[in-house]
């Protein structure tokens, strides 16, 4: 094996062979060697040929970073979808490869040279747009969640944030004003619908209200300082801040300007909530506040003494104005920290700093948004709709600590 | 480098005069971006971009195209490219259930979808699910009434087209209610 050539000439990787390597088992780090197509690999080392880091050469710089072995985050995936590690965790933006996913019929593999976007209907000028002319135009940055409105899970005490609420990310998502394109294409006044369709094998379409296209609407190419991912629209997606989001279509191949909604099968046999009275309610697009508790959470272990209580909220209405924790399962309430900046239709982190006595005990949070909506309890909702789940039910969270140490969902 | 350190340090200061003692000055109007800017990138859509994808329909039939369907032709080709997910009648699964006309049993065509115009444009553009956009128009009007006749919202012998097919009422149109709420204090 020839060494690695690098910048510092000097500087050799210590020869190991490959099946030496390989061989071992526990897989615990990394470490380079060539490959035998004269490229850098990167190969588990065994515990046992790392008690000291400082007493062995590392790795050189590389093309593409990897995150610790030691760490393992993972989506959880279903057939339809796959859910964020919330729990796993810390601050607000979520790794691109563990946002989560919601897929109608998978994940197109598209050549953003081949892909167009075709913008028609009630406009002046219908035109075509592919990825590089969405480049082109003034570039827009914004941090907000994405959260699939079918986002609630209960039944066991053993479940999760993931489990329970794993359908919200968070990105930094650039890309274009949808507002930028509707003026080029001369929206007519009389439009009051648009539809926008994915290119995807579900071909997904959803109506949008053509005043979101002019308020906050995007259409999104890169994600997190990188191009958008496959699982999230890659080339390109649209995006409507605080909306649930089945509406922000991946793969987006078209829009479509009407004076009047389609009433998709989306939106109309799968994403609405039927209510006590027997009533469907539509077109419900905001994402109602929400928060949860990520630590702790099953299925962390904790100690008596100091606890930070950490986790997130958000609204799709506005900004979160506060979060209270309850340590006494809701008998009293206490003001939660929020780490800043506190951005509008964003997770916004919280901590509260606490001492258990190690008896039991259960912990919940709630947020109220700016617009005054307070988290309701899960009775509360139960009694409101009628229902014990569906589509856009955001109850509060509780955990059970247990006196051995064992965290696990309230009511799970 | 004592010389880059000058030159730097020159130009900075330079710089900071010749914008009035700001070292960031604001972007000028004079640049001609204004909110109202139009950039004319992309092309001009041909009716051929247009047609080539623009397959949706709405409730009041407009999309629909050309030909008909009758369930008796339906329930064959349903048999052959549907039962295998929905089961031969609709309802056996293991995918969504179709048919069901009791509100109180899980959401099916005839107990939940408000509009017969969507089921011809969901079938059309996303089934069969291993074949998405395979089936012909007619095809497609023969599995929308067949499902339309087993949810008992279509007489039976009915011909489905561009004229009938948006004429169907379907019995949970009513229940649909707009989502009203604006955030708040209060819980719905």
Known sequence: ?412 | MMNAIIKITVSVVLLSWASGFRSFPKPSPASGIGSDTIFNFGRPATQADIQRWDIDVRPDGKGLPGGSGTARKGKTIFAQKCAACHGLTGVEGPSDKLVSTDSSQVKAIGNYWPYATTVFDYIRRAMPFNQPGTLTDEEVYSLTAFLLEANQILKPGTELNAQTLPAVQMPALKKYILDDRTGGPIIR
Not at chain 1, 31 to 51: H, I, S, W, Y
Not at chain 1, 272 to 284: A, C, H, M, N, V
Not at chain 1, 320 to 329: K, L, N, R
Request: hydrophobic content about 35%; aromatic content about 8%; proline content about 8%.
């Open chain 1, 1 to 412: 094996m020839k060494p690695i050539s690098g910048e510092n000439p000097t500087l050799q990787p210590i020869k190991v062979s490959r099946r030496k390597l390989l061989g071992g088992a526990a897989a615990a780090a990394l470490v380079l060697v060539e490959a035998p197509f004269a490229r850098a690999v990167q190969v588990a080392v065994t515990q046992a040929e790392l008690t000291d880091p400082t007493k062995i050469p590392g790795v050189p710089p590389g093309q593409v970073g990897t995150r610790s072995t030691f760490e393992k985050p993972v989506k959880k995936p279903s057939n339809i979808s796959s859910r964020t590690p919330l729990q796993d965790l810390f601050g607000t933006i979520t790794p691109s490869d563990l946002h989560f996913e919601r897929n109608h019929n998978g994940v197109p593999a598209i050549d953003p040279a081949k892909h167009e976007l075709v913008i028609h209907g009630m406009v002046e000028k219908p035109i075509v747009l592919t990825l590089a002319d969405l480049k082109r135009f003034p570039s827009v940055t914004r941090i907000c969640f994405l959260e699939c409105s079918g986002n609630f899970r209960s039944g066991s005490e053993k479940l999760s944030p993931q489990d329970i609420c794993g359908l919200t990310s968070q990105s930094e998502w650039t890309g274009v004003m949808l507002s930028t394109i509707f003026r080029q294409v001369g929206v007519d006044p009389k439009a009051t619908w648009f539809l926008a369709e994915g290119s995807d094998a579900a071909v997904m379409t959803r109506s949008i209200p053509v005043r979101k296209g002019w308020d906050d609407a995007m259409i999104v190419y890169a994600q997190n300082g990188e191009a958008i991912r496959p699982e999230q629209g890659y080339p390109f997606r649209l995006f409507l801040p605080g909306y649930e989001g089945n509406m922000s279509i991946k793969w987006l191949r078209r829009i479509e300007l009407s004076d009047a909604p389609y009433l998709t099968r989306e939106e109309t046999s799968k994403y609405t909530e039927p209510l006590k009275d027997g009533k469907i309610r539509y077109f419900s697009f905001d994402i109602d506040a929400r928060s949860i508790i990520t630590f702790p959470a099953y299925p962390a272990q904790v100690q008596k003494g100091w606890i930070e209580i950490r986790g997130i909220a958000w609204s799709g209405r506005g900004k979160v104005q506060g979060v209270e924790i309850s340590t006494d399962a809701g008998k009293s309430w206490h003001p939660a920290s929020l780490n800043g900046p506190i951005l509008d239709k964003a997770h916004t982190g919280f901590r509260y700093v606490w001492q258990w006595d190690g008896r039991e005990t259960e912990l919940q949070s709630r947020v109220t948004d700016e617009t005054g909506y307070l988290q309701p309890t899960y009775q509360e909702l139960v009694t409101a709709r009628g229902s014990k789940g569906g589509y856009h039910f955001n109850p509060i969270t509780g955990w059970i600590l247990k006196p051995d140490g064992r965290v696990l969902l309230s009511n799970g």
